[in-house]
Nanobody, 127 residues
Framework: QVQLVESGGGLVQPGGSLRLSCAAS????????MGWFRQAPGKEREFVGV????????YYADSVKGRFAISRDNAKNTVYLQMNSLKPEDTAVYSC????????????????????WGQGTQVTVSS
């Protein structure tokens, strides 16, 4: 399995930007598709987006499309979530997750398709 640690969360004003990082360790020689999820207080975990193991494919939830972008640097075993034009409703704990499922299943955004999870990092969008 792969171990995941997120960083980069914090407090940002509406309209601002933030970049989250997800560092992987352990079995990083495997080809993992990486997803980002978020969970707001009192709500279910929500799919944000996903990137293929080679970075060629990405897919986003409609709620963040055009504002968020996922990238990865496999040499550094790190995946990034660039968040722009942030809104108060983006406030949540953001977690990264790894899967070796086929792309279609990974892009479904279903939590059960992902086997390894980080602890999450808090993002608060408020003035």
């Amino acid at each position: 399995q792969v171990q995941l640690v997120e960083s980069g969360g914090g407090l940002v004003q509406p309209g601002g930007s933030l970049r989250l990082s997800c560092a992987a360790s352990g079995r990083t020689d495997s080809r993992y598709t990486m997803g980002w999820f978020r969970q707001a207080p009192g709500k279910e975990r929500e799919f944000v987006g996903v990137i293929s193991w080679n970075g060629v494919l990405t897919y986003y939830a409609d709620s963040v499309k055009g504002r968020f972008a996922i990238s990865r640097d496999n040499a550094k075993n790190t995946v990034y979530l660039q968040m722009n034009s942030l809104k108060p409703e983006d406030t949540a704990v953001y977690s990264c997750a790894a899967t070796q499922a086929p792309w279609a299943r990974a892009a479904s955004g279903l939590v059960r398709e992902y086997g390894s999870w980080g602890q999450g990092t808090q993002v608060t969008v408020s003035s």
